[in-house]
């Protein structure tokens, strides 16, 4: 065993480093997420769907297949170690920084017609179940082309009858507070 260790050349090793990261970026292209099946952990999910994260599975498979390969061709071009994993480095965070950016200009060009909670804060909208004073009616209110109804109580606590036209301020879980405009 010791005498295969010495065999080792640190040029078979930036190979097989980047053979692993291509293995698993290959698997994830054929099996999608590996390690999504396992449970996100947090580590890469996609904050407010932003898109991609940086720490995804694939991004860093090609990081590590660039730090790999380049690492290698440092070494096969007379670089010392350190060297050629300075390049390797440097060139698999290059990789993966352009793997990234594109993931992130395929997932921007998605449309989309899901509304969230949040987009109806300053929204207009119309009464459609009067408020009574200090009670709950109810609102709708057009985000693109939907039409969301959402329970409502005034913010001043004020009645507001039907079909004005109110202003919604902010969100308590499922109930909206509103200002007549």
């Not at 009858?161 to 902010?170: A, G, K, R, S």
Request: net charge negative; hydrophobic share 50%.
């Amino acid at each position: 065993m010791p005498e295969l260790l010495t065999q080792i050349s640190a040029f078979s090793v930036f190979l097989a480093i980047s053979s692993v990261g291509f293995l698993i970026l290959l698997a994830s292209f054929f099996f999608g997420e590996i390690f999504e099946h396992f449970g996100d952990g947090g580590w890469d999910h996609d904050l407010s769907h932003g898109g991609p994260s940086f720490f995804s599975m694939r991004v860093i498979s090609v990081f590590i297949t660039g730090f790999g390969g380049f690492g290698a061709i440092g070494v096969h071009f007379g670089f010392s170690v350190l060297a050629a994993s300075g390049l390797g480095f440097l060139s698999g965070l290059g990789c993966a920084t352009a793997i990234y950016s594109f993931a992130r200009f395929l997932y921007s060009q998605q449309a989309t017609t899901e509304s969230k909670a949040s987009d109806l804060i300053g929204q207009q909208a119309r009464t459609i179940v009067a408020i009574p004073a200090g009670g709950m009616g109810q609102i709708r209110c057009q985000i693109g082309e939907e039409l969301i109804d959402k329970l409502a109580k005034s913010k001043d606590g004020s009645a507001v009858p039907e079909n004005t036209i109110v202003v919604v301020e902010q969100l308590l879980g499922e109930v909206v507070i509103v200002r007549p405009l």
